[in-house]
């Protein structure tokens, strides 16, 4: 079992070859895929009239603040316009993709942050009210082994229910980490459009869970939430992380083989 994450940097280019690679390679393993697709939620708000604010936690992690408006266009833009465009381009090559939401089935079950622990433009430290964001909690897999079993490959949009059936927003990639924790997969692979970890301007080959976390003050936005996303999915039971870029040939071989990109392992 493989899972993948395309970031949404992905979706927009991404190499010709990426489909092809993926039917290939899924001719004989199965596949999940899940997405992200922030920098389009923002764009659809931004149109639709409502601003996007965004928050720093104190050990460094940027998030969207999602309010109740936020949750709903946050949901539509993920399970409806990115989920679509990528079974539809996975579907024209011969892909047998289902597009599920993370509500789907159960897959995704997050509890609400009430609060949220913030940094102000000062760096102090201040509690906000929580809005509709999720830490997830639980993962239901059956609908998805059902799928991959059947020969599908099932497309998973970042979305959780909160214990009162409420939509939550929850972070791609750790829906992905989580996704393929509870899976067991073998492979977890983050296709971004960087080639993977960056230290010292010099991309680092290789690198434990422990040293991923001791790593996670000093790796900037965007980049932070992959490595400790990669953490989680090792502590969960996924095997083996790589973080590589969506923009070369055959990016999923490349990844496989660990060719040009980070590989995280316990
Ligand atoms: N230390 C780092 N090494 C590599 N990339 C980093 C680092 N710190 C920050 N980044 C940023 O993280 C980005 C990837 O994350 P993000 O933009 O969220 O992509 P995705 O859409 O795939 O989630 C890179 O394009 C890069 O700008
Ligand atoms: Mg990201």
């Given at each position: ?82 989920n ?38 000062k ?34 949009s ?32 983050f ?65 496989i ?10």
């Amino acid at each position: 079992m493989i899972v993948i994450k395309f970031g949404g940097s992905v979706l927009y280019d991404l190499h010709p070859s990426l489909i092809e690679d993926m039917r290939q390679i899924s001719l004989n393993q199965k596949m999940v895929l899940v997405h992200g697709g922030g920098k389009e939620v923002t764009n659809i708000a931004t149109k639709l009239g409502k601003e996007q604010r965004f928050i720093v936690s104190p050990s460094g992690i940027r998030s969207r603040y999602t309010d109740k408006e936020t949750a709903e266009i946050y949901t539509m833009v993920m399970s409806g316009k990115i989920n679509k465009i990528i079974v539809r381009m996975l579907v024209e090559k011969g892909i047998r993709a289902v597009g599920v939401s993370g509500i789907d089935g159960n897959i995704l079950k997050a509890i609400r942050k009430t609060k949220l622990a913030v940094l102000n433009e000062k760096g102090r430290k201040m509690i906000i009210e929580g809005g509709y964001t999720g830490k997830i909690s639980s993962v239901e897999t059956s609908l998805l082994n059902t799928l991959t079993d059947g020969g599908f490959l099932p497309v998973v949009s970042p979305i959780a229910l909160s214990e009162n059936y409420e939509y939550l927003n929850v972070d791609g990639d750790r829906a992905a980490a989580y996704i393929a924790g509870n899976l067991k997969a073998d492979k977890v692979i983050f296709l971004t459009n960087v080639n993977g970890l960056h230290l010292d301007d010099k991309l680092v080959r290789n690198l434990t869970s422990s040293q991923a976390k001791e790593y996670l003050p000093k790796i900037g936005f965007g980049m932070e939430k992959k490595i400790l996303a990669s953490t989680e999915a090792l502590m969960l039971g996924a095997k083996e992380v790589i973080i590589s870029s969506g923009k070369v040939s055959n990016p999923i071989t490349c990844a496989i083989n660990h060719v040009d990109c980070t590989v995280i392992s316990n």
